[in-house]
């Protein structure tokens, strides 16, 4: 009996880049509301009052570019947990979606190191982003949050794909993709 591995690649497609998209935007919509609970809260207790000029505007557009490169700072950490040395940068996903990336390849990862990999800027960044907002940042991250939220639907497709392979696949991510290594025994 010999233990080969079958090597399959998964890069997303324009069409997953469509579907990403509105996805995307869904859980945009979806995490306005969750995110400024914390605001609605503080407002019903101490009055609202809502001001937005240049300032507010540019404070939110720098939190929402802090929280993208954060998250790819999450996934990179992850990564040092397990061992690998991700590099980071940009791409454009199936030549058309623009997006930041932290990657380690060369590095196989189980699934189950993959998966925390995945999920872990969306879980982290929404937890502390979510108890953020009841303190000094309240109503200043909101928008960024839901805009964060929406910007992990990548991932969230990827920690799915992962899902669908067999126990015991390795998986190296890949700047636009995951390859993974899949078991096979042969007798």
Known sequence: MTDHEQVVEWRPTASDTVVWSVVGLILIVLGLPLFALPSILHASS?????????????????????LLVAHEGVHGLVMLLFGARPRFGATL??????????????????????????????VVISALGFWA??????????LPLAIHLGGCVGDAFAFM???????????????????????????
């Open 46 to 66: 101490a009055g609202l009052s809502i001001q937005i000029g240049l300032v507010e505007i540019l404070v939110v557009v720098v939190l929402t570019a802090v």
């Open 93 to 122: 996903v199936a030549g058309s979606m623009p997006a930041l990336y932290a990657t380690s390849e060369n590095h196989r990862f189980t699934r189950g190191q993959y998966l925390i990999v995945a999920a872990g800027p969306a």
């Open 133 to 142: 907002c009841f303190g000094p940042w309240i109503g200043y991250l909101v």
């Open 161 to 187: 794909r992962v899902l669908r392979e067999p126990p015991g696949t390795k998986c190296e991510d890949l700047r636009d993709g995951i390859r993974f290594y899949r078991p096979t025994v042969s007798i």
